[in-house]
């Protein structure tokens, strides 16, 4: 004989009995030869010796009773679930309902029991603990750049940015996509007095509507795995590789929701990889076409042929400044681009054009406020715009902040934000988006 965890009290939650089809009430008898389905007796049928097809009076049986103690001598097994259940019920915290409910617990004792035995139970506490860590294990594998943490740009509604994110609303974490899809739903009421086929015409509609949330979730999916939500982070991600490979990445996006986030990474680094090797194929093949046969004579190679392209750049200008030796300006102009040159420096003063008009020297940014703040690239489009390092940071955070907000950033945009010349904006906007500080919308 053995003692088993029974139903709950609810009659309709176990079968009747075998011999007189009664609701069953603890304690009640269970054969344990017979089955499935179990068969099961009340007390009354089992004292009787009661037989039914290949049942037997003297099979071994089990006793289904909740009257045992689980977690504490003075709370039966029977009293566990019914203080679960009520708390599922009223909501936790609330027990004095949770006491009405149970009928044989004070409010007191609910309490206790429940904070003891169900919230500071260390076995209960290790055992989660364990399975949190199995869930992060398991997320660690899979590819999910974005996390709730990160604050993911607010482009405006209705925007380009906005359209390729689904609609993503980040104070929502939820995306405003075929939001109306229900609205065609919104009327419809299936009734008796029906026409077979308008009936199958609103069965119609509902398959069209289940194929809507389909696509739905779907599409949420992809944004969600591949990171998608913040474009910005995805974009610097995208400028680790060359710029062949940046575009077959743009080229191959689309593609993304045939393949996992982490097959289509693999994909787009197989094609890095092969990339760097033709790069080197390339470059060994130079070598043997030039009859080095070894790792050191190729150094000796590369040496020689930057020095050769640095005197042929040489040349090149001086037969361009030679052009225009009548004027004075131009001549000074190369001067101090040849000075920059011979330093190691990138030279700051353009080549004059051929039309006639003289430009304007480059401005000098010695003692201006904010130089010190600039890289050589800033400083050298300071120069060449004739702008000041103070407003030029000014107008770099002003384009930088709206582009994060927006997620890009139009160059009708930045002539809106900055009231300066035209020609002098396109170069600040253009600058911006080729060192990667703004991104175009």
């Not at 009223?90 to 919230?119: L, P, R």
């Not at 969600?224 to 490979?245: A, M, S, T, W």
């Not at 103070?390 to 900055?418: H, M, T």
Request: proline share 6%; net charge neutral.
């Amino acid at each position: 004989v053995r003692f088993t965890f029974g139903f709950t009290d609810d009659p309709f939650d176990k079968p009747p009995c075998r011999g007189c089809s009664s609701y069953l009430t603890e304690p009640y008898v269970k054969c344990a030869e017979c089955g499935p389905p179990p068969f099961l007796l009340c007390l009354q049928c089992f004292t009787r010796g009661f037989e039914y097809k290949k049942h037997q009076s003297d099979h071994t049986y089990e006793i289904m009773t909740s009257d045992f103690p689980v977690l504490d001598p003075n709370w039966t097994a029977q009293e566990e679930m019914a203080l679960l259940e009520a708390v599922m019920d009223c909501g936790f915290g609330n027990w004095q309902d949770v006491a009405n409910q149970m009928c044989t617990k004070s409010k007191e004792e609910c309490e206790k029991h429940y904070m003891k035995h169900f919230i500071n139970n260390p076995l209960f506490a290790s055992t989660l603990l364990n399975l949190k860590q199995a869930e992060e294990a398991q997320h660690n594998e899979t590819a999910i750049p974005f996390h709730p943490a990160d604050d993911p740009p607010r482009p405006t509604f209705d925007s380009l940015l906005s359209r390729d994110m689904a609609g993503y609303m980040p104070a929502r974490a939820d995306f405003e996509f075929d939001n109306y899809a229900e609205w065609d739903l919104r009327d419809i009421d299936f009734v008796e007095d029906d026409s077979d086929i308008l009936h199958a015409l609103k069965i119609a509609v509902v398959d069209i509507y289940h194929s809507r949330l389909k696509e739905r979730q779907r599409r949420k999916k992809i944004i969600r795995d591949h990171g998608l939500i913040n474009l910005r982070k995805f974009q610097i991600l995208e400028r680790r590789y060359p710029k062949e490979v940046q575009d077959l990445y743009e080229t191959m996006r689309r593609f993304a929701r045939i393949l996992g986030p982490v097959e289509h990474d693999k994909f787009i680094e197989s094609h890095a990889l092969e990339f760097e090797l033709r790069r080197e194929i390339k470059r060994l093949q130079e070598y043997r076409a030039a009859g080095i046969t070894n790792f050191c004579s190729a150094r000796t190679y590369d040496h020689l042929k930057k020095t050769r392209d640095e005197e042929r750049l040489k040349r090149t200008m001086l037969s361009e400044v030679l052009q225009y030796i009548q004027d004075s300006s131009a001549c000074q102009q190369w001067l101090s681009r040849q000075a920059d040159i011979d330093s190691g420096l990138s030279p700051t003063v353009p080549v004059p054009s051929n039309s006639g008009k003289r430009s304007a020297p480059p401005l000098n940014l010695t003692g201006l406020p904010g130089t010190e703040k600039l890289n050589e690239k800033e400083k050298e489009l300071c120069q060449m715009v004739r702008l000041v390092p103070g407003a030029y940071l000014e107008y770099k955070a002003a384009l930088v902040n709206e582009c994060n907000k927006q997620g890009g950033l139009r160059l009708a945009q930045a002539r809106a934000l900055i009231k300066i010349d035209v020609n002098k904006t396109r170069k600040i906007y253009d600058f911006l988006i080729r060192e990667g500080y703004i991104t175009k919308a």
